[in-house]
């Protein structure tokens, strides 16, 4: 009966990849190509920003963290809610005056082309390091199905979302993100049901046993100034903040999230987005956690020896456990999950690098049409560079807290000295790269040299940052006239 399984997963392979091929004719100009033309309405915007943060990693990530421990990954996304605030009163008014294709366009209108290379290089390659721990997140569930090893997984999936990413552009990363978010909550909320009729005495029993266990901790509001408590991840201070300052970054100064808000029709659009896709955010963690919990319960009454590495768990349960057909569509709704993703990093790291880094440099004069190809070609380039990095991730411990550590190691800088723009006048461009190189020097010494949580990652960089950049400015004497936003 695998052919039923086999059968759902390719037409739905099949059908995804299709769909978005039906929008390459609509992609005429640079701004059809990476803002979608301005013409999604704001709930799609909204459920592909969800797409966007709920990643492989989330989907097979999240039952893992509550398989081993409790609720407390919780803690970070209240503090979503916060950081959406933020982003609302102070970085959209600014996004959306005039037109801008890339959120480091801000930066050089605030202080220069020397700070908008070094804000967009620096996005390029946290990306390009976080997507690559996605793309072998995806070779686990792949190799799981398929038997296959990592390379041939990878490929698959990667060459199937080139595929539509390349010729539908950012109109066929928002729709079919709505298309496979819907998929793979529905599949979660499928295998939720499933799991639990696996379990004698059902949802009182899992009740019972968590409750024990204490798996349904939220919240832990113990503080000291101890080694020991930066170094735990999921307290209520380094959830809250962390997650406050985690989104703000990402939302706020990386191209992945703003590409989608500036694809909004208007302002008042981008923020009914922004704020409609937290709810959504909220109950896909707690669904996702849930599982986890099922999962635990589950092992622990057949007592059974839980796949390694931890992230297996939930891809490995649906193959093994869940009737033929359903664990196809689960799979399937993994997978849309991680092309999802995939497709918005591919046409974010190929904006950012035209727009960025070839486009305000080119000598040749060159016509619209011919930088649209050109769009297209560093969409394979950047697919061809995810593909290799994915191959060299495979000794992680957690997909996604290796996602998470990686993009927090470089947003702290990014969210600083897009703060120092948007709140303060002195602050000149050579103050701001002092400020941004000081952090993220720091942040990987705090990486790699120290035990600190990486939910503590982007406000102390930002921190650091910030201060450092603004003492500078009292120091180091800018010649260059500001353009304050």
């Not at 959120?103 to 946290?126: C, D, H, N, Q, V």
């Not at 993994?334 to 070839?358: E, H, K, Q, Y």
């Not at 191959?391 to 897009?418: C, D, M, P, Q, T």
Request: hydrophobic share 55%.
């Amino acid at each position: 009966m695998r052919w039923l399984d086999y059968g759902v997963i390719v037409t739905y392979l099949i059908g995804i990849t299709i769909f978005g091929y039906r929008f390459r004719e609509s992609q005429k100009t640079l701004k059809d190509y990476f803002l979608g033309g301005r013409s999604a309405p704001w709930w799609a915007i909204g459920f592909s920003i969800v797409s966007a943060e709920t990643s492989t990693l989330t989907v097979i990530g999240t039952p893992a963290l509550s398989f081993n421990g409790n609720f407390g990954f919780l803690q970070v996304v209240f503090g979503y809610l916060l950081a959406r605030i933020i982003i609302s009163a102070l970085f959209l008014p600014q996004y959306f005056k005039g037109e801008m294709f890339t959120a480091y366009e801000l930066m050089l209108r605030r202080f220069g082309p020397g700070i908008r290379k070094l804000t967009a290089g620096s996005f390029l390659g946290l990306r390009a390091l976080a997507e690559g721990v996605r793309v072998f997140a995806i070779s686990i569930v792949v190799s799981i199905v398929l038997g296959t090893g990592e390379f041939i997984s990878e490929l698959i999936i990667v060459s199937l979302t080139l595929f539509y990413t390349f010729e539908g552009g950012m109109t066929a990363v928002i729709w079919t993100d709505v298309v496979q978010m819907f998929l793979y909550v529905a599949g979660a909320i499928l295998s939720l049901f499933v799991i639990l009729q696996q379990i004698p005495g059902g949802w009182d029993h899992v009740y019972q046993m968590a409750t024990e266990a204490n798996k349904f901790q939220v919240f832990d509001f113990a503080f000291s100034f101890t080694p020991e408590f930066f170094a735990k991840t999921y307290t209520f201070w380094a959830g809250f903040f962390g997650g406050c300052f985690l989104t703000t970054a990402s939302h706020g100064t990386e191209q992945l999230m703003v590409q989608r808000l500036l694809s909004a029709k208007n302002e008042k659009d981008a923020r009914l987005a922004l704020f409609a896709s937290w709810f959504v955010i909220l109950f896909q963690f707690a669904l996702f956690l849930v599982i986890g919990l099922m999962l635990w319960v589950y092992y622990s009454d057949a007592k059974l020896a839980p796949p390694n590495p931890p992230d297996r768990i939930y891809p490995k349960f649906i193959w093994d456990f869940l009737p033929h057909g359903i664990s196809g569509l689960v799979i399937a709704a993994i997978l849309a999950a991680a092309m999802s993703n995939l497709s918005a990093a591919l046409n974010s790291l190929a904006s950012t690098t035209v727009m960025d880094f070839i486009k305000p440099f080119d000598k040749k004069q060159r016509t619209d049409g011919e930088y649209l190809a050109l769009a297209k070609r560093m969409t394979i380039l950047w697919c061809a560079i995810l593909f290799a990095i994915g191959l060299l991730a495979r000794n992680v411990k957690s997909v996604l807290e290796a996602g998470l550590g990686i993009a927090s190691i470089v947003y702290g800088a990014l969210l600083g000295v897009f703060l120092l723009g948007l709140l303060t006048k002195r602050t000149g461009e050579r103050a701001a790269m002092v400020g941004m190189s000081v952090g993220l020097s720091l942040m990987l010494y705090v990486k790699f040299q120290t035990t600190i949580a990486w939910t503590w990652y982007v406000l102390i960089g930002t921190s650091v940052t910030f201060l450092t950049a603004l003492a500078a400015s009292y120091v180091i004497t800018e010649k260059e006239k500001l353009t304050h936003v």
